[in-house]
């Protein structure tokens, strides 16, 4: 069911809370066995929460927009008296102490956050399966990973476990998981959306985004927690100015991201991106290629300055306040240290650390971290003076569909691969949304990409109703059942 | 070769650097004024406090420094306990840091001449947590950390390395910690609201670094303990090592770090949690404008309205309490340069002696006032009114009353007459030794409790011998 029409019944009185939060209490219990997307449920929370939201209406009070929707939570976004482990050992037994910013907003609204998704470790990965806690499975096809890393959101509203996620996208983490598990995943312009209580990975590229079955349940869920308030002092309103609303796709010049349709990408994956540039044209937008030669630096600056930011936004976990206790028998803090942070981290978070502390290291700053800053802007740049002549941009969301478990994990190069055609997007700090376009002939769902202008994020969303309404989006709840 | 790093606490702020805590944290409990953005709890991010900007820009402009046009924040990282985050929220000079300010210098009156130290910078960041050692810095088997420290804004502040004596750098701190408080930025009489990081370096030898100091005092101290140590290591032969040595404020010695230390790297890179922040110029002027009176000044002014010498001046504004004190005292009727020589001869040594500071002293200035003022009209001698100063402050009582000076002469006579009968012998001898009469002029004394001037119980004193001498 669509959030869109619980909130609105919810809200009318024809819908009781408590019901549709047991329907899906129900079907996350069928699923959880076989997909493993949750790592945390809050069962007797929710119902207790919709008990209230119901009790609210009798009594005549508006419980907010999103009034009785379940909605699931990325493990690593904070949300009070639950567990916030970022799918690592290392957070084992801490309870975050407060909401993050949206999670307050959609609170506010009347939703019902049910539970914690899982994660790559730290969001480090692109297929889930870095979680120290066991992988998340495709619902499409359990023997294939989910995409990551917010892979436990992408499989709960593919599944149809919850109608709505959040995630969050630091080089495609929100897009990958919905193009692999055939839903919409929308990644904001960087600081629209707060990030205050969202645990930082990389925190100048990544952003909170969500997932949704169709167009129009994105449109409500980023509007209740968009419009970043005052703990986010990154905040990026005021740097450009207001858009226009969207006048329709009739006119509009849309560029096809030449790069991202070449070498590397599965074939299927460039007929779909071509079938998505016909609809549009269909819609009445013009399409041309565009080439954007220096998108071939994205990936290793992106790597380079996430793994950087990691070194540094990951030296607190060390035992000492909260998560994996520090052992008491150390001869000293260093000591203490490597123990916990070596038994605490898993390999992938292990690599990036490593990765991006000597990066910064006096002695490499300039040969490393400095050029990776100066390919960010000359990306960021480019793509923007791109989006001077084209209100859009479009590519596929990865080069290929799911791949199976284990395919990738044992070579990070190949994994890394996944994000070649997000990451511009994250450097460039532009909203895209990832829309379900089509199947594989091995029945894998294929997303494609959106892009637009920073701010422009309603103008993404808009377009995408608009071709959904013209009935050229495959909608993934329409397929994605129990089995 | 010495120069200074001196971190100042902006206690004028209500809150923390980053989070809305309040930042006077003294009177409580451990771990009650922290919340996720000073705990470094996960998803927590900084908000600059503006107010501590405008700070950190009054000291700028107060030290001639060059406030930036852009400054930014920097993550500086090392792994201790005393830090959330295992990084501090700091500023760079290098690699493209902007700081708040940089250059600028601080005069130092030595005597006849006056020193320019120059600065190198100026800059702003949090503060650490407090760890807290059970016994002293080598013998605590475990420790305890209190974060409520952790996030309260600090000013650091560097000077080039001009200092050439550890006298030097007591007397620099000093007069920084004048202009602190002159400035009001920094209440610098608050336990650990000041504390310096000294780099030294003798002849030939590689820097040493001491960290941990917390007073002007101990900054001489624990330099001069270095000297010494560093000149033994040379007399025997031995090299200076670069080196981080902590000052063990309790058995007052500096203490090399127990295992060998790698040389740290800090791993500055830009904070992309904190917009870089435009200082634009008409508010740099705005701030410039109303700077209040500083030390130098303040010393010019003194010079000029009380006609006090530069060294007296000097020295009252060396410290803010000590100057609005005299000034206090003037405005109670008090001559300026009685007041002045009183407070620098005789209420600065009995307040040391007594262990007390200038706050002590303010609730007694009607008495300090009082007592000065009956010496100067001459109702006291100068040994009643320093008795009297020195009861006064040890006590820290208000003084019931003030004995008056005996000086009916016939009284002070007969008194002589007295002692001479009970001390016969004493007398004969100081008739021949007029060096022996002290101990005659001391009974007197003893007897009127030093009522007396000495110096007319000498002269009745003299008057008698003639009087016997005489045939």
């Known amino acids: 069911m669509e959030a869109f029409s619980i909130a609105d019944k919810v809200r009318r009185g024809e819908l009781s809370a408590q019901e549709v939060m047991g329907k899906y209490i129900d079907l996350i219990s069928r699923w959880e066995p076989k997909i493993h997307a949750f790592l945390y449920v809050d069962e007797k929370g929710a119902l207790e929460r919709a008990r209230q939201i119901d009790d609210l209406v009798k009594k005549g009070i508006d419980p907010g927009r999103l009034a009785g929707v379940p909605i699931a939570v990325k493990d690593n976004i904070a949300v009070k008296g639950m567990p916030l482990t970022c799918a690592s050992k290392i957070l084992s037994g801490y309870v975050s102490p407060y909401d993050a910013t949206v999670v307050s907003k959609l609170r506010q609204a009347g939703s019902i956050i049910v539970g914690k998704t899982n994660l790559d470790e730290f969001a480090m990965g692109s297929s889930t399966e ?26 709960a509203v593919a599944s149809g476990e919850v109608p709505i996620a959040l995630g969050s996208d630091t080089g495609g983490s929100v897009r990958c998981p919905a193009s692999f598990t055939g839903v919409y995943g929308f990644k904001p312009t960087y600081g629209l959306v707060s990030r205050y209580g969202l645990v930082a990975f990389s925190n100048s590229i990544e952003v909170i985004g969500g997932f949704s079955t169709t167009a129009k349940d994105m449109e409500l869920l980023f509007s209740v927690i968009r419009n970043s308030d005052a703990p986010d002092p990154m905040d990026q309103t005021s740097v450009f100015s207001g858009p226009t609303s969207f006048p329709g796709l009739r006119g509009m010049r849309v560029g096809l991201l030449k790069e991202t349709v070449g070498e590397g990408a599965e074939p299927e994956v460039v007929k779909a991106t071509y079938a998505f540039a016909e609809a549009l044209r269909e819609a009445g937008a013009l399409v041309d290629e565009v080439s954007i030669p220096d998108l071939s630096l994205a990936l290793p600056a992106y790597y380079l300055l996430t793994s950087a930011e990691a070194s540094s936004n990951l030296a607190r976990y060390d035992g000492i306040r909260y ?31 490593m990765m991006g502390s000597f990066a910064l290291s006096s002695g490499y700053y300039d040969a490393y971290y400095l050029k990776a800053v100066a390919a960010r802007s000359k990306i960021r740049q480019e793509m923007l003076k791109v989006l001077n002549d084209f209100q859009f941009l479009i590519g596929p969301t990865n080069p290929t569909t799911a791949p199976k478990l284990g395919e990738r994990i044992t070579d990070p190069l190949s994994m890394y691969l996944l994000d070649l055609d997000t990451v511009p997007v994250n450097l460039a700090g532009i909203p895209a949304l990832s829309i379900p376009f089509g199947k594989s002939s091995s029945g894998m769902p294929i997303g494609v990409q959106l892009m637009s202008s920073p701010l422009r994020d309603d103008w993404v969303i808009k377009a995408a109703e608009e071709l959904e309404a013209m009935g050229r989006v495959e909608m993934a709840s329409k397929v994605a059942t129990v089995e | 070769m010495i120069g200074l790093e001196v971190h100042a606490q902006l206690t004028s702020l209500k809150s923390k650097l980053f989070c809305s805590c309040s930042a006077d944290y003294r009177r409580l409990p451990p771990n009650t004024s922290v919340c996720p953005v000073c705990l470094g709890l996960p998803g927590s991010l900084p908000r600059l406090n503006g107010r501590a900007l405008e700070e950190v820009l009054k000291i700028a402009l107060a030290l001639h420094s060059d406030p930036a046009h852009e ?129 030294i370096s003798i002849d030939g030898g590689e820097r040493v670094e001491l960290k941990n100091i917390n007073s002007p005092k101990d900054v001489e101290k624990a330099l001069n303990y270095e000297v010494q140590r560093q000149i033994m290591i040379v007399e025997r032969g031995g090299k200076i090592e670069m080196q981080t040595r902590h000052w063990d404020e309790l058995n007052r010695v500096t203490v090399a770090p127990r295992f060998k230390e790698e040389e740290e790297d800090y791993r500055y890179f830009p904070e992309s949690d904190l917009p870089p922040i435009r200082i634009e110029q008409d508010f740099v002027e705005s701030l410039r404008a109303a700077l209040p009176e500083l030390p130098d000044e303040r010393a010019e002014r003194f010079v000029r309205q009380y006609g006090l010498t530069p060294y007296q001046a000097s020295v009252l504004v060396s410290q803010k309490r000590l100057a609005d004190f005299f000034e206090d005292t003037v405005r109670r009727g008090l001559n300026a340069a009685d007041s002045a020589d009183w407070l620098m001869n005789e209420v600065l040594g009995d307040l040391a002696d007594a262990k007390k500071e ?71 001898k100081a008739k021949r030794d007029p060096k022996a009469m002290n101990y005659l002029v001391g009974q007197v004394m003893k007897k009127t409790r030093a009522r007396a001037d000495a110096k007319v119980i000498i002269d009745i004193l003299k008057k008698k011998i003639a009087e016997d001498e005489r045939p």
């Open chain 2, 71 to 199: 400054t930014v924040f920097y993550r500086k990282h090392y792994f201790y306990p005393d830090m959330a985050k295992n990084f501090q929220i700091s500023q760079y000079d290098r690699g493209g840091g902007v700081t708040v300010a940089k250059g600028g210098w601080l005069d130092l009156t030595l005597g006849q001449f006056v020193k320019r130290v120059k600065i190198r910078r100026v800059q702003l960041e949090e503060d650490v947590a407090k760890i807290v050692y059970p016994s002293s810095l080598l013998s605590s088997e475990y420790v305890m950390v209190d974060y409520n420290r952790a996030g309260v804004a600090l000013c650091e502040m560097v000077t080039e390395p001009d200092l050439s004596s550890p006298r030097e750098a007591r007397l620099f701190i000093e007069k920084y910690a004048s202009i602190l408080d002159h400035l009001g930025v920094t209440d610098t009489s608050l336990e650990g609201s000041l504390r310096v990081d000294a780099n």
């Open chain 1, 323 to 353: 998560g994996m206790p520090c052992p008491l028998d150390a001869k000293d803090w260093n000591e203490a240290y490597s123990k916990v942070r070596g038994e605490g981290f898993g390999p992938e978070v292990k690599r990036r650390i």
């Open chain 2, 358 to 428: 200038l706050t002590d002293l303010f609730p007694l200035i009607d008495d300090v006032v009082r007592v000065v003022g009956l010496y100067e009209k001459q109702q006291i001698t100068g040994k009643i009114a320093k008795r009297q100063l020195k009861q006064l402050i040890i006590s820290g009582r208000p003084l019931e009353e003030v004995p008056t000076p005996v000086r009916d002469e016939s009284v002070i006579t007969s008194i002589v007459s007295e002692v001479i009968a009970e001390n016969p012998r004493a007398y004969e």
């Open chain 1, 130 to 155: 870095y979680s120290a806690f066991g992988p998340t499975r495709n619902p499409w096809d359990l023997e294939r990973v989910p995409g990551g890393s917010s892979g436990g959101s992408g499989a």
